[in-house]
Nanobody
Framework: VQLQASGGGLVQAGDSLRLSCVAS????????VGWFRHTPGKEREFVAA????????YYADSVKGRFTISRDNAKTTVYLQMNSLRPEDTAVYYC???????????????????WGQGTQVTVSS
């Protein structure tokens, strides 16, 4: 699986951004796609995940109600709509995918086999 993330940028607090993760290379019906973020000195943090088959979604508490993960089957793309952005959302955002993650591990970065390159999101106060 190849993943290509895009959509980051510099915004002000309260603004919105939409990140995209285009997946290619295999069938997607069994994939779980996740978004993680990383800031220097911290571990990679779970943001959101989506089960391609069925569309179930999962969120970190810190983004629940502000971020929405969704998919476009035709474009094999997963989006992360980020609203009401805060300075603490500043990070490099990565999309990841795996065909065999169990639910209890869906928030663990080390369980994902495939990773895209990061896209920088900077939120100014």
């Amino acid at each position: 699986v190849q993943l290509q993330a895009s959509g980051g940028g510099l915004v002000q607090a309260g603004d919105s951004l939409r990140l995209s993760c285009v997946a290619s290379g295999r069938t997607f019906s069994r994939l779980t796609v996740g978004w993680f973020r990383h800031t220097p000195g911290k571990e990679r943090e779970f943001v959101a995940a989506l089960r391609w088959n069925g569309g179930s979604t999962y969120y970190a508490d810190s983004v629940k109600g502000r971020f929405t993960i969704s998919r476009d089957n035709a474009k094999t793309t997963v989006y992360l709509q980020m609203n009401s952005l805060r300075p603490e959302d500043t990070a490099v955002y990565y999309c990841a995918a795996d065909p065999s993650i169990i639910l209890s591990s869906i928030r663990e970065a080390r369980q994902y086999e495939y990773w895209g390159q990061g896209t920088q999101v900077t939120v100014s106060s």
